[in-house]
């Protein structure tokens, strides 16, 4: 059983990779600079106003981040970003203090940029996380490294909200027990939950 779900998990990605790719490209450059500019109102209802925010800095065609991260920076907010380090791939949050001219960013594992070393660690209150796909009740497909949910898993408490382009909602998707699910999802055209989802 384990090991039918793991297929479908590497077909399904491979699929919606594909998907998001051809999709992103169609998209021409001026719509897409117009979407993800700023939180939908309802969605701040989830962000308490002291809250330190989780972001992600984009990789290829994911749903894009940084203009979040510089509104909720200029709403006085403190940003933080993921880094992955050590052999075993372990991810923690690091301060993000430059959300505008990312000066403060490195290259890490897998061609992401991530905040250096000597960043302050931090535990965001809110973490908007990246997703191959998703579901209407807040199941997530990531990339499959697992970092998102070991560290969601650690960090009970901590509000989980995917950013997703629309052709990313999928039906169904295979679950494991260790796949933590999402407090919400935000796309260009609609807010799906909030759920009592952890």
Not at 50 to 76: K, M, Q, W
Not at 125 to 147: I, K, M, N, S, W
Request: charge should be negative; hydrophobic fraction near 40%; proline fraction near 9%.
């Amino acid at each position: 059983m384990r090991d039918a779900i793991l297929n479908s998990k590497q077909s399904l990605r491979r699929n919606f990779r594909t998907a998001r790719r051809e999709y992103v490209s169609g998209l021409p450059e001026t719509i897409r600079a117009l979407l993800f500019k700023r939180p939908p109102a309802p969605l701040m209802d989830l962000v308490p106003a002291d809250a330190v925010i989780g972001l992600y800095h984009t990789a290829e065609t994911e749903a894009p981040a940084s203009n979040y991260a510089r509104f909720f920076f200029e709403a006085g907010h403190r940003i933080a970003l993921p880094r992955i380090t050590g052999a075993e791939g372990m991810m923690e949050f690091h301060s993000h203090s430059d959300p505008f001219g990312e000066s403060d960013l490195e290259a890490g594992p897998h061609g992401l940029m991530q905040p250096g070393n000597d960043a302050d660690v931090v535990t965001p209150d809110v973490v908007f996380v990246p997703l191959l796909a998703f579901t209407e009740d807040g199941g997530r497909l990531g990339q499959g490294g697992g970092f998102y949910d070991r560290w969601l898993a650690a960090h009970p408490h901590v509000q989980a909200i995917g950013l997703a382009w629309d052709m990313q909602l999928a039906e169904d998707l295979p679950v494991q027990p260790h796949d933590v699910p999402l407090n919400a999802v935000v796309t260009p055209t609609r807010i799906y939950g909030p759920y009592n989802a952890r």
